[in-house]
């Protein structure tokens, strides 16, 4: 079993930047794809960010292209979002994921069905 924790989130002003770590439990997180998606209140999962295996291949979510940037630090079992740029609309709890079978997949994916593993989520606040 797979232990993912997310932290780093809190309370900013629009503008402003943070940077959200999420470390696993487990010797295979090297074979992972990595992924953030968001929940706002009253809203469905959506997808943020991923990253494959070794850090070649990433995906972003349109709203947040240009701002945020997810990396990987496989010798720390460690994935990071780095957000920039924050605005309002960015609120909502992050929650960080894990799809075991990311390795043999063409690409990586943006949707919450392949995942298998889930953090607790930390949540993120930007005031206006």
């Known amino acids: 079993q797979v232990q993912l924790v997310e932290s780093g989130g809190g309370l900013v002003q629009a503008g402003d930047s943070l940077r959200l770590p999420c470390t696993a439990s487990?010797?295979?997180?090297?074979?992972?794809?990595m992924a953030w998606f968001r929940q706002a209140p009253g809203k469905g999962r959506e997808f943020v960010a991923a990253?494959?295996?070794?850090?070649?291949?990433?995906a972003y979510a349109d709203s947040v292209k240009g701002r945020f940037t997810i990396s990987r630090d496989n010798a720390k079992n460690t994935v990071y979002l780095q957000m920039n740029s924050l605005k309002p609309e960015d609120t909502g709890v992050y929650f960080c994921?894990?799809?075991?079978?990311?390795?043999?997949?063409?690409?990586?994916?943006?949707?919450?069905?392949?995942?298998?593993?889930w953090g607790q989520g930390t949540q993120v606040t930007v005031s206006s």
């Open positions: 990253i494959n295996w070794n850090g070649v291949r990433t």
């Open positions: 994921a894990a799809d075991r079978e990311g390795y043999v997949r063409s690409d990586v994916a943006v949707t919450p069905t392949p995942y298998d593993y």
């Open positions: 487990g010797r295979t997180f090297n074979t992972y794809t």
